[in-house]
């Protein structure tokens, strides 16, 4: 789960950034001339490096190697600024693949996966892995915040992660028994309850009062709840600026109707004390 931290905030693992400021100081080296003691220094470094000795040289073209995707330097690409640019260009898309490849497959993460995020260099939707999320900065209210962060990141209350795992006097239960505290008739999972479940009347007056108001923020979610699954409609709201902030009130809203009521246990999963 320790990719989520850099794919929603933007921030680069520290490991990453001290390999990047590497490069960009190395950079500043190859550019300065010939008469500087510094550029004497990492001519000497390169040369270490190519003979097999230990040098700063050496160490930048380990901690390529160690990357996800290893990236090799010859000792000719240390004097060159377009092999330099090239390498830390590599550099960073092989810690965004690691990391796509982290919320891809992790079970926690699956509603961060596939989104689209603006892209105002080439105007269009795609995929960026790393970016400070505009649910972090355009919900005011930090319970509202927290409330969607917990649903997104499956860190909330719902019997679908609960009870994924065993407990003193409980065995852990399969996902398809995972089975909503209201209705009983549908695991209860973040769609379920944000959209799905029919049994609680206070949470049917809350989805009810949460559609008229993010179809009012946001006109063209109205088309798309008709023709969407609840799955990728859900996703969708995540991704509107403009109605994010009320979808972050109503997962607070959901989440605490949860929470007061104690969860449904299906039998055969207790342990006899």
């Known amino acids: 789960m320790l990719a989520v931290l850099f794919t929603e905030t933007g921030v680069m693992p520290i490991r990453i950034r001290r390999l990047l400021l590497a490069l960009s100081r190395l950079r500043y080296m190859v550019e300065l001339g010939v008469e500087r003691r510094v550029r004497w220094a990492l001519l000497d470094a390169v040369d270490l490096f190519s003979m097999g000795h230990s040098s700063w040289a050496g160490d930048i073209a380990i901690l390529l190697r160690a ?48 989104r689209l995020e603006y892209v105002e260099a080439s105007k269009t939707l795609s995929l960026v892995t790393r970016r400070r999320r505009h649910y972090l900065t355009m919900v005011p209210i ?23 795992y065993r407990v003193r006097y409980r065995l852990p239960i399969p996902r398809e028994e995972r089975l909503c505290r209201f209705c009983r008739n549908a695991v209860e999972d973040e769609v379920h309850a944000t959209l799905d479940c029919e049994a609680q009347p206070t949470l049917i007056d809350l989805r009810t009062s949460f559609l008229h108001d993010i179809f009012e923020c946001d006109p063209p979610l109205k088309s798309e709840y008709e023709v969407l699954s609840h799955y990728d409609f859900l996703c969708r709201m995540v991704s509107s600026r403009k109605g994010v902030a009320r979808l972050a009130k109503y997962a607070c809203d959901v989440l605490a109707v949860f929470d007061s009521v104690e969860r449904f246990i299906p039998a055969g999963y207790n342990v006899v004390r």
């Open 67 to 114: 990357l996800p995707t290893p990236i090799r330097i010859a000792p000719g690409d240390f004097l060159s600024v377009p092999a330099i640019e090239a390498i830390t260009k590599k550099v960073v898309e092989a810690v965004d693949v690691d990391l796509q490849f982290d919320i891809n497959f992790l079970q926690k993460t699956h509603l961060l996966r596939n």
């Open 142 to 164: 930090p319970a509202h915040r927290i409330a969607l962060t917990r649903l997104l990141l499956g860190d909330h209350n719902l019997s679908v992660e609960r009870l994924r």
